[in-house]
């Protein structure tokens, strides 16, 4: 057993024993090798069923990274570009002056359309057609291309429409020919996950003290205006067949191995696929944007459809870093520094800060360190 594969295995194991955590997994691959594949915990809280490493975890905002992965494959292929129109592509979304945001707005969360009705149902989100007309004919809150803030639910039906737009295929069915059938995580890695599958998956249930989290909240904090409780990722949603059969790709439901996966594939080769080439990382993962997000009221330093810098660290240090973290406390990320891809799954739902995240990174990336040194 190599060195950093022990210590998260100790590490995670300890996590489950002193109650802090129910279920979790962890995965790192290093220069396209499999380094760590860690599980601890039971998958299933009800029946005991164990936690093992093709167990998916839905992962909330991780799935963004996913989505924004699927876009960049098709932008090397030629199949989109960053600076065309969304317009240009899907011409209802021009509608109260948007026409001149463009698919790179979209990616770094400048199209000022962070908000849905607050009346909105999970029903409301199975209906692809239905949310992208409401997206399309919302009035932007700010001019696209002027500010980014968070756009944690539209983001993914923005995204998920311009790609079915120049593919003609929905983002589930692109996700599993271009980027996880060349990988072999077809049967891990989900926007919709196919009613037959259901029963692999892990359950979340709340952790303790995420109610008195979430009523701690400022009330008029504009990302909870925008995006109302009903359609708030929370352990119920997170376990809702409709939302976990529907593709609502500001989420996915994955494994941590599968996404840690596609994330090393971004960085080199894993098993002779890569997904893109030096030149395109570069391009995508350079930042961005580091404006104060207008939604949370903090800046994020943002790239090509993911956040800049490891979770638990000072991002203006960790700018290498890009991925993607959830609400509720998974995360996935790559280091282009390091050549590290880490991934992280649990279904205890806490929606704030993951201790998890933050100190099982944080050994991984010492570890790497050593192992770099040594």
């Keep these: 057993m190599n060195i950093m594969q ?3 295995q100790q590490a995670i194991d300890q996590l489950v024993a002193s109650g802090a955590e129910l279920g979790i997994q962890v995965a790192v691959y290093r220069h396209g090798e499999l380094v760590v594949d860690a599980v601890a915990g039971v998958a299933d809280p009800d ?8 167990t998916p975890f839905y ?3 991780t ?23 969304i317009a240009a592509l899907w011409p209802e979304f021009g509608a109260h002056g948007k026409n001149k945001a463009t698919v790179r ?5 400048s199209i000022g359309v962070p908000a849905v009705p607050s009346d909105l149902t ?12 409401l997206i399309a004919d919302s009035e932007p809150w700010w001019e696209p291309g002027t500010k980014s803030g968070y756009h944690a639910l539209t983001w993914g039906f923005v995204m998920g429409e311009i790609i079915r737009r120049v593919t003609g295929r929905p983002i589930s069915d692109v996700l599993g020919q271009e980027v996880a059938a060349p990988l072999g995580i077809t049967d891990e890695l989900f926007f919709g996950v196919p009613e037959s599958e259901l029963g692999r998956l892990a359950r979340l249930e709340e952790a303790p003290g995420s109610a008195e989290m979430r009523a701690a909240m400022p009330a008029d904090m504009p990302i909870l205006k925008a995006t109302p409780p009903a359609v708030t990722p929370s352990a119920a949603y997170g376990n809702n067949p409709v939302v976990l059969t529907s593709d609502i790709p500001s989420g996915g439901t994955m494994t941590a191995r599968a996404v840690a996966r596609m994330y090393a594939a971004l960085l080199g080769e894993v098993d002779g696929v ?6 395109r990382l570069r391009e995508i993962t350079a930042l961005a944007t580091a404006d104060v997000d207008p939604m949370v009221g903090f800046s994020i330093p943002r790239a090509l459809g993911y956040n800049l810098g490891r979770p638990g660290a000072d991002p203006r240090d960790t700018l290498s870093v890009f991925g993607m973290p959830g609400m509720g406390g998974s995360t996935a990320y790559a280091d282009t520094a390091t ?11 806490f929606p704030g800060p993951s201790r998890a995240v933050d100190q099982i990174g944080e050994l991984v990336a010492k570890a790497a360190t050593a192992t770099a040194i040594g």
């Design 59 to 61: 992962s909330a905002s």
């Design 339 to 349: 050549g590290i891809s880490f991934a992280l799954t649990k279904n205890r739902f």
């Design 63 to 85: 799935g963004k990274g996913v989505t924004a992965t699927v876009a960049h494959v098709l932008a090397d292929r030629g199949a989109l570009a960053y600076d065309t129109q």
């Design 274 to 279: 890569r997904l893109v080439p030096d030149e």
């Design 105 to 109: 707005h979209a990616l770094t969360h």
């Design 122 to 133: 999970v029903r409301d989100l199975a209906d692809w057609n239905r949310m992208c007309a």
């Design 47 to 54: 029946s005991g069923r164990p936690v093992t490493s093709d």
């Design 6 to 8: 022990k210590l998260v």
